[in-house]
Nanobody, 124 residues
Framework: QVQLVESGGGLVQAGGSLRLSCAAS????????MGWFRQAPVKEREFVAA????????YYAGSLKGRFTVSRDNAKNTVYLQMNSLKPEDTAVYYC?????????????????WGQGTQVTVSS
């Protein structure tokens, strides 16, 4: 079974950038669709981005497209989320997840394995 560990979160000022990493162990993630989700306090977990198993297709929440970029390096068994022009409303715990793919890449139920999350805090 694959295990996922996120890193790269932290405190950043509005307008700044962060790059999150999701390192997988236990088995290769090369056959998985990988997703990023986030959860702010008292809010539901929401879709951020996803990337197909080869990296040919990427998907974003509409409001984030243009600021966030998802990528993967299957040789390193790692997925990344580059976040630019950060806003205070981007403050949340960010989770990566591994799933079997398909058209429902934006739904939580499409993913079987989750990391523990990494906190991103954007100050105004």
């Amino acid at each position: 079974q694959v295990q996922l560990v996120e890193s790269g979160g932290g405190l950043v000022q509005a307008g700044g950038s962060l790059r999150l990493s999701c390192a997988a162990s236990g088995r290769t993630i090369s056959s998985y669709t990988m997703g990023w989700f986030r959860q702010a306090p008292v809010k539901e977990r929401e879709f951020v981005a996803a990337i197909s198993w080869r990296g040919r297709n990427t998907y974003y929440a509409g409001s984030l497209k243009g600021r966030f970029t998802v990528s993967r390096d299957n040789a390193k068994n790692t997925v990344y989320l580059q976040m630019n022009s950060l806003k205070p409303e981007d403050t949340a715990v960010y989770y990566c997840a591994a799933g079997s793919g398909g058209s429902n890449y934006h739904t939580l139920s499409s993913y079987d394995t989750w990391g523990q999350g990494t906190q991103v805090t954007v100050s105004s």
